[in-house]
């Protein structure tokens, strides 16, 4: 009789052992990504990815704004990502989240350009205050890219979620508090700031933002007060962080791309995926030009109350469901 009702579970269990579930086909899918979707969704990624808020955490409290389902054991008939696994629904969604940041990375390229020029042709000529600085922003890459490859899969799966943004919001408005208060008031940028950062600053900014791999946290926030933490100005911790931001995003979108392989153009449709992007570019580009300005003045007190308020809010209405 045991083996019996072990056999049934076996049977009955197959299906999911084998990774086997509820599947919808592709055209669901990209039935989902609306051109309405694009124009909110790249308007929220815009404002919010250079600002210490956290864009992840407002991305994924959009979608669930939007409705967008959150069933991971749901695949997507016939898709299949770069190395064979199927592709679920709650992964076509939170991969989404990374690859839109493309375009806020052309308007931190354009933002700043003459930096961005003046350190590629120092590199090609050797200069040392190019190899310097380019050597900095990879030490402060590092960490986090390191840790965000090696639990990428764990942080998906038991880090985004509306609970935790709500969370990681209200801590972090706590933490801009308290380091408004106790870091010293810095004058304004030395000459060139930025292209002095040393390695141990670096490094400083770059633990800080592991942190960030935490939605809700926001890398922006981390790195900002990292630089600061490491003695630098408002305005350097800012620029220095836009840089980090140039690399760490760059690689972030273009390993999501590369890992879904065929999948990218099965699930994204083009049309609503470069409305996104478009909109997604221009609103990171009013966001970082007003930002560097805005923080050097007034420092981050600002965004911990706005953060404070949001995650304040978010938990009591989950507290009340």
Known sequence: MLRFALGLWLLAALPALAGFGPTVPPEEVRGQFTYQRALITGTVEGV???LPVSSTGHMIITDRALGVPAFPDVAVQGVADRKGRAVSLERVADDYIVIIQLGAILAVFVAFFGRIRHLLVGLCRGERQSLGLSASILVAFIPAATLGFLFKDAISAYLFSVEVVAAALLVGGV???VAEQTLPKTAQAKSDEVSAIGWRTAL???LCQCFALIPGTSRSLA???????AGLSHAAATEFSFLVGLLTLSAASVYKMWSLGPALTQVYPAGPAGVGLLVAAVTA???VKWLVGYVSRHGLGVFAWYRIALGGAILAVLALK
Request: net charge neutral; glycine share 16%; no cysteine.
């Open 285 to 287: 580009f009013v966001s």
């Open 48 to 50: 919010t990815e250079f």
């Open 175 to 177: 933490v801009i508090l």
């Open 204 to 206: 400083t900014v770059g």
């Open 223 to 229: 790195t900002i007060l990292g630089g600061r933490v």
